[in-house]
């Protein structure tokens, strides 16, 4: 369901086509709500048939560009101010760390040695994402940004808690 809300929010602050979404997602939800194409294009259609979006202009190869309606944006309001976020209570990646007693140490410091490195990875790679971006003076850049420091910070910790958890396996 959020993936609608996804496009809702790109589409108030700016008309745009389903390829244009795509891109978008792809530089900045991807490490937040990542969509595939089939995914936008699908959920464009339920949007348009909802009248929460409307066609503003066609072009050549039947590209649609697509604007929120008022309907829309009331619609995007209302999730905003009236639900709670979902949290997520599962997490594989700490469910296997609780049960690591059951393998070899070496095995266990192998696999948070994994989250460490691939934590870093994926600090790394949101800093050059980061890099890339040219930061506009409207509401979705500066919120934006508020969500990517959330991200760098959510790496950082995990690659810290990593290298701390390693410490902790006594030699046996």
Do not use: C, H
């Amino acid at each position: 369901m959020s993936l609608r809300y996804a496009l809702l929010g790109l589409l108030a602050d700016r008309p745009a086509s389903g390829y244009d979404l795509l891109q978008r997602f792809k530089v900045s939800l991807a490490n937040v709500w990542p969509a595939t194409q089939s995914q936008i294009y699908t959920e464009l259609t339920k949007l348009a048939d909802a009248g929460s979006i409307a066609v503003s202009d066609e072009g050549p190869r039947g590209r649609k560009e697509y604007t929120i309606t008022d309907a829309g944006l009331a619609e995007m309001r209302e999730w905003l101010t009236t639900t709670k976020p979902k949290r997520v209570a599962r997490n594989e990646m700490l469910l296997r760390v609780f049960f690591l007693g059951v393998v070899p140490q070496a095995y266990a410091r192998e696999y948070l040695s994994g989250v460490e490195t691939d934590t870093a990875k994926a600090e790394a790679q949101l800093a050059g994402l980061e890099a890339t971006i040219d930061w506009e003076d409207n509401d979705l850049s500066v919120y934006g940004r508020i969500a990517m420091e959330w991200g760098k910070r959510f790496y950082a910790m995990n690659q810290e808690w990593a290298e701390w958890a390693l410490t902790q396996i006594p030699e046996r």
